[in-house]
């Protein structure tokens, strides 16, 4: 047996003792991104979008910092604007510009999310430099792809050793 607190002491304050016994970080990144992806919100998204911020979680969560920690054991009420511009311009650096645009508009949506629910005062993300993204390939004109296509259901029809098998 073993004495936590006083008589005084509030239920609340239990529990926050028992988090801490157990390990658990209420300021951090993970506990944030954690509670964030047992909401309703984050399970009434779409399929690929949930998949989205997964991806982008795993990758925010897992970046060092010059304290010898993950970014994600990081308390989000010492987040700033310029920590988090910082993060995104490393992520951009290392070649991947649409990867850093994912986890900004991450960051972005759980700091909001956060700040609803009182885990956060201000939102940090909100404002940031989002990193240039390459441009998408386009396809071709819609007659040329018709036609493209047209071509190739024609060419498939054709069974091997036929005259005509082989496109010209």
């Known amino acids: 047996r073993t004495n936590l607190a006083g008589r005084d ?7 926050r003792i028992m988090e801490e ?3 658990i970080d209420r300021d ?10 047992k909401s309703d919100q984050f399970k009434r998204l779409a399929k ?3 998949d989205d911020y997964c991806y982008s979680r795993d990758v925010l969560l897992g970046i060092p910092t010059k304290l010898g920690k993950p970014l994600g054991e990081l308390a989000v009420r010492k987040f700033t604007p310029p920590l988090v511009q910082r993060v995104v311009d490393r992520i951009a650096e290392d070649g991947t ?3 850093a645009a994912h986890a900004l508009r991450y960051l972005r949506r759980l700091m909001q999310w956060g ?3 009182g885990y956060v005062d201000v939102n940090p993300a909100q ?7 390459r441009k998408l390939r386009r ?4 007659t040329a792809m018709a036609a493209l296509i047209q071509f190739a259901q024609q060419q498939g029809r054709l069974t091997r050793g036929e005259k005509g098998a082989c496109a010209p």
């Open 21 to 23: 016994r157990a390990g």
């Open 97 to 99: 510009p649409s990867k």
């Open 115 to 117: 700040r609803n629910r």
């Open 9 to 15: 002491v509030t239920l609340s304050e239990l529990h």
């Open 127 to 133: 404002g940031i430099e989002a990193p240039k993204e």
């Open 28 to 37: 951090s990144l993970t506990f944030l991104a954690e509670q964030f992806h």
């Open 139 to 142: 396809l071709p004109e819609p």
């Open 48 to 50: 690929k979008t949930q």
